[in-house]
């Protein structure tokens, strides 16, 4: 295989598109290195499933996987890649080591998909009924995803919000970070006012966030508009609802567990607004993406609409209280000159912050510029060379002997 132009990249899943935002992330950044002519090694420790996508479809080689397993040593040196990419920093903290030791030439790239200390920093809170405080994000999880960071040469960022966190909070050098949103645009055809209806909800119910919305819509949100709209319905649609999501369907209160969506475009498109009352995250929100695509306006909460609309007008409502979180609900739903305009809202912030076109060229020149100047950028990430030493003395002995000891079960 040709090395010069040789991509690996170590999923902590084999991605799903149509399951969540994560996974239509994966495609869009192994579409883009496609475009940069590399060839493509997507290999992962986890099952496949279902619903995975046919990555051999688009000539990417897939390559299975063992956590703390020499096998991948051999894999990889063989391999000999130019860029090895992380999903996630859990991902880097297995396998990082292995590759820093076995091809230390190729350049590391972390997609941190969103930065989990704020995420469960914020769940931390929203469990504690409190407000979150900046000294939630100091947690040991914090300590290893920080690591993680700085022991990779790059790690792409989907929020600007998270971005100026690592920089202020725990000083990231901003040449480490780079700015890479999800990509969307509005779909050729979205339906009016008039053909559209209902409220819908989409969310992976795997992740926690989407499953404290729906608990919330049902408890909180829902009953406050259901008494205002006694006959329009919310349709909940997600992958892998559990049993204790699956329960909370009530069609006397026009509150509809739907499951998998089929086709997340059409159910989307169908509805006439998303609620998205998200109460903790990081990120940004591809399901409020998709419903700017759609031409379906929404409303969410601050922390649903983070880094995703900077001073452009909301495609809806952002608000947090939930009595005003449901009449801006309502009044959305029933006035046709408001959804109008945040439809078209939804539109601009699409074509200014999320094109494909307005981060191709950029990402293409500094991952030629990291490949070329890998020794002087890391250079200015001593520290990072200081973890990298000691996290592959700890993390290889910590691994060795968990083999050993699965060699003598």
């Not at 299975?64 to 999903?87: H, K, M, R, T």
């Not at 998909?113 to 504690?128: I, S, V």
């Not at 969307?184 to 992976?204: T, W």
């Not at 608000?319 to 005003?324: G, S, T």
């Amino acid at each position: 295989m040709d090395n010069r132009k040789t991509l690996l990249i170590i999923g902590i899943v084999w991605p799903e598109p149509k399951s969540s935002a994560a996974g239509s992330r994966m495609i869009q950044l192994v579409d883009i290195f496609k475009q940069l002519d590399f060839t493509i090694v997507f290999a992962s420790a986890a099952q496949e499933g279902e619903f995975s996508f046919p990555l051999d479809e688009m000539g990417i080689e897939r390559k299975n996987i063992l956590l703390n397993d020499a096998g991948f040593d051999a894999f990889v040196s063989e391999l000999q890649p130019n860029i090895v990419l992380f999903d996630r920093f859990m991902i880097e903290e297995q396998f990082g080591w292995r590759v820093s030791q076995s091809c230390p030439d190729a350049l590391k790239i972390l997609d941190t998909e969103d930065l989990h200390c704020l995420r469960l920093g914020r769940q931390k809170a929203c469990k504690e009924n409190r407000d979150f405080d900046i000294s939630d994000l100091f947690s040991d999880v914090s300590k290893r995803e920080i690591a993680s960071i700085l022991r990779c040469d790059i790690s792409l960022m989907v929020s600007e919000f998270e971005i100026n966190l690592l920089k202020d909070q725990f000083k990231i050098n901003a040449s480490a970070l780079m700015y890479l949103p999800l990509f969307a645009e509005k779909n050729s055809e979205v339906s009016d006012f008039n053909k559209k209806e209902g409220f819908v909800f989409i969310g992976n119910f795997l992740h926690e966030p989407n499953w404290n919305s729906v608990l919330y819509l049902k408890e909180t949100i829902w009953p406050l508009v259901h008494k205002q709209l006694p006959g329009v319905t919310l349709k909940i649609y997600g992958a892998y609802p559990s049993q204790k999501v699956l329960q909370l369907h009530n069609p006397k209160s026009n509150f509809l567990i739907e499951g998998r969506a089929e086709n997340a475009s059409t159910v989307i498109s169908d509805a006439r607004v998303m609620l998205a009352p998200l109460r903790f995250g990081a990120g940004i929100k591809g399901k409020l993406l998709e419903a700017m695509q759609y031409g379906t306006p929404s409303v969410t909460t601050s922390i649903g609409a983070e880094s995703m609309h900077d001073a452009l007008s909301w495609n809806g409502f952002v608000e947090d209280n939930p009595q005003e979180f449901a009449n801006k609900a309502v009044q959305l739903y029933n006035d046709e000159n408001l959804w109008n305009e945040s439809q078209q809202n939804g539109f601009e912030i699409l074509k200014a912050k999320f094109s494909r076109e307005l981060y191709f060229s950029e990402f293409s020149e500094k991952i030629n510029y990291l490949l070329h100047n890998l020794k002087n950028h890391r250079n200015e990430n001593f520290i990072g060379q200081i973890l990298q030493h000691h996290t592959l003395r700890s993390t290889e002995y910590m691994s060795r002997w968990i083999t050993a000891k699965n060699k003598n079960l």
